[in-house]
T-cell receptor, first 115, second 117 residues
Framework: AQKITQTQPGMFVQEKEAVTLDCTYD???????LFWYKQPSSGEMIFLIY??????QNATEGRYSLNFQKARKSANLVISASQLGDSAMYFC????????????FGQGTRLTINP | DAGVIQSPRHEVTEMGQEVTLRCKPI?????LFWYRQTMMRGLELLIY????????DSGMPEDRFSAKMPNASFSTLKIQPSEPRDSAVYFC???????????????FGQGTRLTVV
């Protein structure tokens, strides 16, 4: 079964607009972490933000925030005031449980920011 | 810290040849992951280690693939014999392992772009 689902293969947004990238997950664990990574055209994987399953507040990191809806099992990434440099692939990932647990990724969303 | 170091960055080889990809994790990290990225299949977890021991190799596509971690600072992913369908970007990542909070992210290397012709 797919653990992480990203339903938007591609998105096009005007510069300076806010954008929401969707991510839903599937787990029976009570303790888990959700992550977002950015992969620009250069290919490296850049960690952006994480949300713990017990965190009551939505995570924020600069222009990035995570809209965490536990009951819906969704962890959407919100990018405010988008910039041309935000054009990249974005991956949602999940780690279940404690300790040495694997990090499983979704298929990704390709975000293109138009000037 | 230098981060996760992978070598080579690019590899072109002929079908049937043996290929060895190398990874040096971040010092102090107990978990190491090998991923493969292709357009068709996205980011697939091939295998991961904790304290140099393979924990889950269910993602290894077939017997042609093998991975080792002889010590805490080095891992290899070997493909023998290589085939054109093995062409992909292979990433190594590391994170704090045993006892680590599930919120601990994985740090990725720059990847190895493998082309099998």
């Amino acid at each position: 079964a797919q653990k992480i689902t990203q339903t938007q293969p591609g998105m096009f947004v005007q510069e300076k607009e806010a954008v929401t990238l969707d991510c839903t997950y599937d787990t029976s664990d009570q303790s888990y972490g959700l992550f977002w990574y950015k992969q620009p055209s250069s290919g490296e994987m850049i960690f952006l933000i994480y949300q713990g399953s017990y965190d009551e507040q939505n995570a924020t990191e600069g222009r990035y925030s995570l809209n965490f809806q536990k009951a819906r099992k969704s962890a959407n990434l919100v990018i405010s005031a988008s910039q041309l440099g935000d054009s990249a692939m974005y991956f949602c990932a999940m780690r279940e449980g404690w300790g040495a647990q694997k990090l499983v990724f979704g298929q990704g969303t390709r975000l293109t920011i138009n000037p | 810290d230098a981060g996760v170091i992978q070598s080579p960055r690019h590899e072109v080889t002929e079908m049937g040849q043996e290929v060895t990809l190398r990874c040096k994790p971040i010092s102090g990290h107990n978990s190491l992951f090998w991923y493969r990225q292709t357009m068709m299949r996205g980011l697939e977890l091939l295998i991961y280690f904790n304290n140099n021991v393979p924990i889950d190799d269910s993602g290894m596509p077939e017997d042609r693939f093998s991975a080792k971690m002889p010590n805490a600072s080095f891992s290899t992913l070997k493909i023998q014999p290589s085939e054109p369908r093995d062409s992909a970007v292979y990433f190594c990542a590391s994170s704090p392992g045993q006892g680590a909070h599930p919120n601990t992210e994985a740090f990725f290397g720059q990847g190895t772009r493998l082309t099998v012709v």
